[in-house]
């Protein structure tokens, strides 16, 4: 049996090593990423997760919704609009709890202009 010299242990180590470095890298940046999810998902992410069964099918999932938003555009409201809305919205939900199908039926005064 012959015996490996110096330097192939040496790039041997080097190998290993730069593998447990990519590793390392790469995981740090998956939970980065998980991290941001949540952040910007809310219990959305925790619903993603436990609607599709794995995190990973959830993240993936999610991701393609910011990709698909992005291509939208999304103006804010003008204050007075925000607050029409949030009545409407309130109207709504309190109509809903009254009577689910009514409040999903019923036309809203909501206007996109």
Do not use: H
């Not at 330097?7 to 790469?26: D, E, N, P, R, S």
């Not at 999810?37 to 619903?47: K, S, V």
């Amino acid at each position: 049996m012959q015996t490996l010299d110096t330097q192939t242990w040496i790039m041997i180590a080097g190998g290993v090593v730069l593998v447990l470095i990519a590793v390392a890298v790469w995981l740090v940046y998956k939970k980065k990423q998980s991290r941001r999810l949540q952040e910007r998902f809310g219990a959305e992410y925790g619903r993603s997760v436990n609607d599709l069964g794995s995190r990973t099918k959830a993240e993936s999932e999610l991701k393609a919704r910011e990709k698909r938003v992005e291509g939208f555009t999304i103006l804010p409201l003008e204050p007075a609009e925000a607050a029409r809305f949030s009545q409407t919205w309130k109207d709504l939900q309190g109509r809903f709890i009254d009577s689910p199908q009514g409040a999903s039926s019923r036309p809203t005064s909501w206007s996109v202009s």
